[in-house]
């Protein structure tokens, strides 16, 4: 049979079933006292690890926002800005007989003459005026596109600009200038910037209005007719047009996401 095994413990002592005496109120006090101290150094403590974390936490965040303006700077703007003014002066202070053949004869046009002779000027008048407007518009797209959209807006609409001109002016006539790829960085840089807000639409309309008028003022010798000196109405508004038809085709071009999905639209992408 099992056994069971008894433990005989002895009986507590009256002295442990007694109630413990309270303390004193001025030893409650004190000790109330010691903790909130003990309380409120952890607490600072703490803080003062949060406040650590976040300063960290701030300065990657501001080394990441000084390193955004960098990788988003405009440099294309700045060679093409160069490459004009470069021609002119190899043209009209060095006199160098080849640049001549940068032109655009309409007699007897060569491929590239459609895009080279969108970085030759007759004068410095001429080259200040456009290049300003080529800056302002310019480094707009490229800093709403990028590098490779500056210079393909600059290139499609300057040279579109020259084959619309060679088509309707005169076999006499010589184009050149930066003019039509103005009117299309111009066209490109409020159309990517463009919404139904009344509020844009009033800006776009003032600021175009104003933009169309200085640059009709400004731009000067863009085509040679014969003997004489004339504005090439045609390429400002054949640029603007090709600007907007570029805009136009680029907005429906779908794109995809990293994680895949396509989108309809460019705008969806961002």
């Known amino acids: 049979?099992?056994?069971?095994?008894?433990?005989?413990?002895?009986?507590?002592?009256?002295?442990?079933s007694k109630p413990l005496p309270s303390p004193p109120p001025s030893t409650l006090s004190s000790l109330s006292r010691r903790h909130r101290v003990s309380v409120s150094v952890a607490a600072r403590r703490d803080l003062l690890r949060c406040g650590m974390k976040r300063s960290g936490l701030v300065a990657e965040l501001e080394i990441a926002?000084?390193?955004?303006?960098?990788s988003r700077r405009a440099n294309g703007i700045f060679w093409i800005l160069l490459l004009n003014f470069g021609v002119y002066v190899a043209d009209h202070l060095f006199q160098i007989q080849q640049i001549k053949a940068l032109y655009l004869y309409h007699a007897c046009p060569t491929w590239y003459q459609f895009v080279t002779s969108t970085f030759c000027h007759a004068n410095w008048n001429h080259l200040?005026?456009?290049l300003f407007f080529v800056y302002i518009f310019g480094k707009?797209?490229?800093e709403d596109e990028g590098n490779f959209a500056l210079w393909m807006s600059y290139i499609l609409t300057g040279a579109g600009a020259n084959l619309i001109s060679w088509l309707v002016l005169p076999t006499s006539s010589v184009s050149l200038g930066a003019s039509g790829a103005v009117f299309g960085l111009f066209t490109i840089s409020v159309l990517?910037?463009?919404?139904w807000d009344w509020r844009k639409i009033l800006e776009v309309l003032i600021l175009g209005q104003f933009v169309v008028e200085k640059v009709m003022e400004a731009a000067r010798a863009t085509t040679i007719?014969?003997?004489?000196?004339?504005?090439?109405?045609?390429?400002?508004?054949?640029g603007a047009l090709i600007g907007a038809a570029l805009v136009f085709l680029v907005s429906r071009i779908?794109?995809?996401?990293?994680?895949?999905?396509?989108?309809?639209?460019?705008?969806?992408?961002?």
């Open 1 to 16: 049979m099992a056994q069971q095994l008894l433990l005989l413990l002895p009986a507590p002592s009256r002295a442990f």
């Open 65 to 70: 926002k000084d390193k955004e303006p960098q």
């Open 128 to 130: 200040s005026s456009n």
């Open 140 to 142: 707009l797209v490229e």
């Open 192 to 195: 990517v910037k463009m919404s």
């Open 225 to 238: 007719t014969g003997q004489s000196f004339q504005v090439n109405n045609i390429a400002h508004v054949s």
């Open 254 to 270: 779908p794109f995809s996401s990293n994680d895949g999905s396509p989108k309809t639209t460019k705008e969806t992408n961002k």
